[in-house]
């Protein structure tokens, strides 16, 4: 149900229509205090202040809470709205405030009627002023209520001030003039009742009345104030006296307008940024020499720092625009406001120039032409500031190449750099020495040299992100006692980050902050913000989402494109897109629908591709049987060798983070999969502790299904990982290997044996070890199974050669070579020629040894075999030496296995 709040007569509550009782005085006002910052934390302290005034009862908070209680009670049926507790705090949340409280929905009308043709602002100021009931707040009592009362009473004023101008535009006079002349009493001095006041005299001809209030109005400003009308009000006199309108510098107040100077102030703890105002510069310059407009767009996240970089800029070039400064913010990403109609502003910057407003032209063309007649060859900055896309900067923009033009935007803004050739700058993320600079501003030095490792953690948790280590540093420096750890394990602890990361108000609450870009984005677009917030990691490809919304590649790219265009997202590769760790916590937070089956489809495409790419990386192996995937699932199809182990590079942490997410959610067979489809690309890359990890896991997987032949194949990978790695692991290799050969007498007899052999063992555990992979030997050739036939012989070279058997050893591995070449298993021949020079080494043939290790050399640097590459590069130095040399090659093989153990 809806619900309104009238605060714009007596206070009352309606709810789908009908009367709500908002209980008595004091609770009312509670509501009131909530009601006029619709959106916006209002802190306790405050609200209590607005409730009872200086003089706060001893329970006031108490009765404060009782209040609150009551009020939720009161408005349960609303489905629109709801007072929620935040840090410090209440705040009434609305859907949309200008629907629900009076007093927003005043001020929106009004806001709106600026911008607006004169019977479009006719019609929105009349509507404003038809919420009036009576004088704001009738009921309440205190000094808060009084003061926002007379507040609201003079934008009720300005409102009736501003029909009557646009009433006059239009053609009116003497109907006005009874309403006029009242006012006229009433405040006799104000210069703008009394143009209005000569005009409508004028208009109804009566113009000898209009030129004689003029002469009574004069008289009093000199009696009172020493002072002749203002500049407006005279050349309203004279146009009266001669018939011949003219363009006017002053306002209708009178005011004598100067240069407009209408910068904010220059930021106080600017940090950093020398790279980006370095760029601003260049481009003015450029723009200088070359004759042409110099309009930059600064872009990027909510927080990243946008503004403060415009405003430091343009305050360090002041001088440089000597004809003055222009400045507006559009709302575009605004929490409690609408998109500010680009027509407003330039009505305020024409107003701002000195042009007498009642002598713009209602058509909105000729106002933006009127606009650019007025800056052009003058030296002009104009900022324009939160820009929500180019469609409303683009009439803001001056035509003269003496202006310079800066508009920050969180809008990658493109097609103001297609039309007009903008330069864009985006503000970086801030590295850990900016971040130490801006918490040593904020807190002292002393502070944050007394807990540097909290420092560190903080800086970490914040990601970098400007506005967070802003709101951070606030936090701490409001509240002494709050110590900087306490504050560190709040920003640490991702279930409690973003709240960590709010100040109490709407500008320093990083949720609010990221809402308004993501109530930018479209369906499409916020339904996969959504879901990307539920996939583990920060990165995601479009073939990946994909898969994960169910969108075809296409349209998965445009909403890639949307997101990056709001600056959720970015693009550091073609096609690859990288969210922040905050925003990414912020989508997470989104409800999203069907998300089950979506974070399954986004499992199933790594384990599809994964499985494609083990295919090109080792063929030789015998395959597995994936259930296909779901219809919208399209895994990449990777073309060749190279092409996997590039994808494989890039999206290693992603694969292991879908076989992470398969386990939590039971998808057993997906998580085996995945461990299996991971192992070739493991062993090329040296990645043994994730291999380790991931068929850990597989293991677990395989024991939940219950299945004796995959648990035997989970125990033997495990063991071929624990082996290879070593370091204490000889134990934990031989126990799988043993659950394998005893889950495998009645699934796969043959095939663990012969893995058997890579285990180290003593040497009558070897010679039981020899007995086995021969016998599996005899079963593979029994069966015609080249492959494991080849796989046997190469075992049985390494053990017959540890027992010194070398020339058998030798024999048995130039048999498994023959068989790996004709096969062309390239990571088994490299294996066996590995071997062979580990005989010809012990066998004291050190020409040959080396020979054998250069050719597995070769193969492995052709077929990407990082680890193994490093293997056989540790080998050579054993022929070698410890000569310079080999110093290098061991440099060699450390930077190639670094990845790895």
């Known amino acids: 149900m809806a619900a309104e709040f009238r605060l714009l007569g007596e206070v009352t509550v309606h709810v789908d229509g009908r009367p709500v009782d908002p209980g008595p005085a004091r609770q009312r006002c509670v509501l009131a205090a909530l009601a006029v910052d619709a ?24 009765t404060l809470q009782s209040y609150i209680s009551r009020l939720r009670r009161a408005l349960a049926a609303a489905a629109t709205v709801e007072i929620v507790l935040r840090s410090g705090g209440y705040a009434l949340v609305a859907e949309q405030a200008d629907s629900v409280v009076d007093v927003h929905r005043f001020r929106g009308l009004c806001a709106g009627s600026r911008g607006a043709d004169d019977e479009r602002a006719r019609a929105l100021l009349e509507e404003a002023l038809g919420l009036w009931r009576g004088a704001a707040l009738t009921g309440l009592d205190g000094d808060w209520a009084e003061a926002e009362r007379d507040r609201l009473a003079n934008e009720r004023q300005e409102a009736e001030h501003d029909l009557t101008d646009v009433l006059l535009r239009l053609g009116h006079g003497e109907d006005l003039l009874a309403e006029l002349s009242r006012r006229a009493v009433r405040w006799p001095s104000d210069e703008r009742v009394a143009g209005q006041y000569m005009l409508a005299l004028h208009r109804a001809g009566r113009t000898a009345s209009a030129l004689a209030h003029y002469q009574r109005v004069r008289d009093k400003l000199v009696e009172e104030l020493g002072a002749d009308p203002g500049t407006a009000l005279q050349d309203l006199h004279l146009r009266l006296l001669t018939g011949a309108p003219a363009p006017s510098r002053s306002r209708p107040g009178g005011v004598v307008v100067p240069v407009p100077r209408q910068l904010p102030p220059d930021p106080v703890r600017f940090i950093g940024r020398d790279a980006e ?63 500010m109609n680009p027509a ?22 000729a106002q933006i032409g009127l606009y650019r007649s007025l800056v052009a060859d003058k030296r002009l900055l104009v900022v324009l500031e939160n820009v929500r896309d180019s469609k409303q900067a683009t009439p803001l ?17 493109e097609d103001l750099v297609v039309a007009h050739g903008t330069v864009r700058t985006e503000p970086r993320l801030f590295d850990e020495s900016d971040a130490r600079t801006l918490f040593g501003l904020q807190l002292g030095d002393d502070r944050v040299t007394a807990e540097p490792d909290a420092v560190t953690a903080l800086v970490a948790g914040c990601g970098g992100h400007p506005l967070a280590l802003g709101i951070a540093a606030a936090r701490a420096g409001s509240n002494p006692s709050l110590t900087l750890a306490s504050l560190a394990e709040e920003v640490i602890d991702p279930s409690t980050r973003l709240d960590a990361l709010s100040a109490g108000e709407l500008g320093s609450d990083l949720r609010t902050v990221l809402g308004c870009s993501f109530r930018g984005l479209g369906p499409e677009g916020a339904a996969a913000f959504s879901l990307v917030g539920l996939v583990p990691g920060t990165g995601i490809s479009t073939a990946a989402l ?17 997101l990056e265009a709001l600056s959720l997202v970015s693009q550091y590769v073609p096609g690859r897109y990288r969210m922040h760790d ?38 030789h192996r015998l395959p597995i049987a994936p259930a296909p995937p779901a219809a919208e699932c399209v895994p990449v199809l990777l073309p060749d060798e190279p092409a996997a182990l590039a994808w494989f590079d890039t999206e290693h942490p992603l694969i292991l983070a879908a076989q992470h997410l398969a386990a939590e959610k039971g998808w057993n067979d997906l998580v085996w999969q995945i461990a299996w489809s991971l192992s070739a690309f493991h062993r090329r890359r040296g990645h043994i502790h994730a291999d380790i990890s991931a068929w850990r896991a597989g293991l677990v ?70 007995q086995l992979v021969a016998d599996s030997l005899r079963h593979y050739q029994s069966v015609h199974d080249t492959h494991w036939e080849a796989d046997a012989y190469a075992a049985l070279g390494w053990l017959t050669a540890r027992t010194g058997k070398l020339r058998e050893a030798h024999d048995y591995c130039r048999s498994a070579l023959a068989l790996f070449r004709r096969q062309e298993d390239h990571a088994g021949e490299s294996a066996v020629l590995d071997s062979l020079g580990h005989i010809a080494l012990h066998a004291g043939e050190n020409t040959r040894a080396v020979t054998y290790y250069h050719e597995a050399l070769s193969v492995r640097r052709t077929k990407g075999g990082t680890y193994s590459e490093a293997d056989t590069l540790s080998r050579v130095s054993e022929v070698n030496g410890m000569n310079p040399e080999a110093r290098a090659v061991w440099r060699r093989a450390l930077a190639k296995s670094k990845n790895g153990s």
């Open 397 to 413: 923009l001056p035509g003269s190449a003496s202006c310079t033009v800066l508009i920050t935007s969180r809008h990658r803004l």
């Open 277 to 339: 105002l370095a760029a601003l510069t260049g481009a003015s310059d450029r723009a200088r020499r070359d004759g042409t407009v110099m309009i930059s767009t600064i872009t990027g996240a909510g927080g990243i720092g946008k503004t403060w970089l415009a405003l430091h800029w343009a305050h360090r070039h002041a001088a440089d625009f000597p004809d003055g400064h222009l400045y507006v913010d559009l709302q575009g990403y605004s929490p409690t406001a609408l998109a």
């Open 546 to 562: 994909a898969a994960l919304t169910g969108l075809a590649a296409r349209r998965a790219g445009r909403v890639l494109r949307e």
């Open 39 to 62: 959106g916006r934390l209002v802190p306790v302290e405050r609200l209590a202040e607005r409730v009872w005034g200086t003089d706060v009862p001893r329970r006031g908070r108490a």
């Open 582 to 619: 905050l925003v990414h916590l912020y989508a997470a937070e989104q409800p999203s629908a069907g998300h089950d089956a979506a974070l399954r489809r986004w499992v199933e495409f790594y384990l599809h591709t994964a499985y494609s790419g083990e295919r090109l990386l080792y063929p």
């Open 701 to 770: 997987a395989t024991q939940r299904l219950g299945d004796p032949a995959l648990q035997a194949l989970a125990h033997r990978f495990l063991s071929h990982a624990c082996a290879r790695l070593g370091l204490g692991r000889e134990t934990e290799a031989v126990f799988h290997l043993q659950e394998a050969v005893a889950y495998g007498k009645s699934a796969i007899p043959s095939s663990v044996r012969a893995s058997l052999a890579w285990t180290p063992a003593d040497r009558q555990a070897i010679d039981d070890i020899i």
């Open 344 to 365: 407003t502003a330039v009505r305020g910057f024409i107003t701002a120039l000195g042009f007498d407003p009642q002598l713009i032209p209602p058509d909105p063309h």
